[in-house]
């Protein structure tokens, strides 16, 4: 006898029978969804699709998933000769380190084709590796560290080992300010305290790195001189917590935040120091010898990282 669960069951499968080709339809109709540009998407589907549909831009739904409410406005749609590709072009550019929601309606007989555009999640972390690598070189860009920097760029060696330690520090307490920020800071409402904790936490690794580098490398130790503590204060190091505080980075963006952070200053170093060993040969004019001809080096140097402005690899 058939109970009335069994009709139940009966009835959710035939509903499930009947509704799977037609999602099956509107999955496998989207072959391929990426960014082009700033302020366009590129689809491409599994067939040819109508022309008069896919240029229509009144048939298109497009947002951000965090904010479904707020449509971005399209521009045109423009279908390849083959109508198999349709690149759609807004009038504003768009985010693209967020998700994109679009929809389409009457595509292939189906009342509305719902998918999502996207980053490749790798390609974001290493954009955010050169971001603060080369596009924003926190010394050559945003002119922080320049204490440090000027102070033990003078040698190749002091450089390299500098920029080294620099980069293990930035890396260590970038991952502990993450980790105080998101399970003591803000479960606790202690926002106001960000500087505070962040600092105490970068005195706490270079302290551990000043002895663990006595005991290993005391000659690297005594070349460095007052600069190692001078990075608890060095504003690179503390504008990284900041940073990933302010943009809610999860624990590999923020890995990859600072060690692209460190590895800018150690590039900046290197190159730097390259440049002030060939100075000590030159023939300079006494007024320019010193902190003068290094300002105006750094300065070149800056001019020549604005070239990476715009860089888009992903």
């Not at 109508?83 to 389409?104: D, G, Q, Y």
């Not at 105490?200 to 460095?224: E, W």
Request: proline share 3%; aromatic share 14%.
């Amino acid at each position: 006898m058939m109970t009335l669960a069994h009709t139940k069951y009966i009835v959710l499968a035939a509903l499930i029978f009947c509704l799977t080709p037609i999602f099956s339809q509107a999955e496998g109709l989207i072959a391929d969804q990426k960014f082009k540009a700033d302020n366009e998407i590129f689809v491409t589907f599994s067939g040819a699709v109508d022309r008069a549909v896919a240029e229509n831009i009144a048939n298109y739904t497009v947002f951000e998933e965090p904010d479904p409410d707020i449509q971005l406005e399209l521009e045109s749609a423009t279908l390849s000769e083959d109508s198999t590709r349709v690149s759609l072009r807004f009038k504003e550019p768009l985010n693209t380190a967020m998700t994109h929601v679009v929809s389409i309606r009457g595509l292939a007989g189906i009342d509305k084709t719902t998918f999502t555009v996207s980053k490749s999640y790798l390609g974001y972390l290493f954009g955010i590796l050169i971001s603060a690598l080369l596009i924003n070189n926190f010394v050559f860009t945003k002119y922080l560290g320049l204490c440090v920097f000027f102070g033990t760029s003078k040698k190749k060696e002091t450089a390299k080992g500098m920029g080294v330690v620099f980069t293990l520090v930035m890396v260590v307490s970038a991952l502990m300010s993450w980790f105080f920020y998101n399970f003591i800071l803000i479960p606790y409402d202690l926002n106001f305290l960000q500087i505070v904790v962040f600092i105490g936490l970068v005195s706490l690794t270079v302290q551990a790195v000043d002895t663990v580098l006595r005991k290993v490398n005391p000659i690297l130790f005594n070349s460095f001189g007052v600069f190692l503590v001078l990075v608890i204060a060095n504003c690179v190091i503390i504008a990284v917590p900041l940073i990933l505080a302010n943009n809610n980075y999860n624990v590999f963006e923020t890995f990859m935040l600072a060690l692209g952070a460190g590895g800018g200053f150690l590039l900046a170093l290197y190159l730097m120091s390259s440049v002030s060993e060939r100075m000590q040969l030159a023939k300079i004019p006494p007024t320019f010898k010193g902190l003068p001809i290094a300002f105006i080096v750094a300065g070149q140097f800056a001019m020549a990282f604005l070239g990476f402005s715009g860089l888009q690899i992903f």
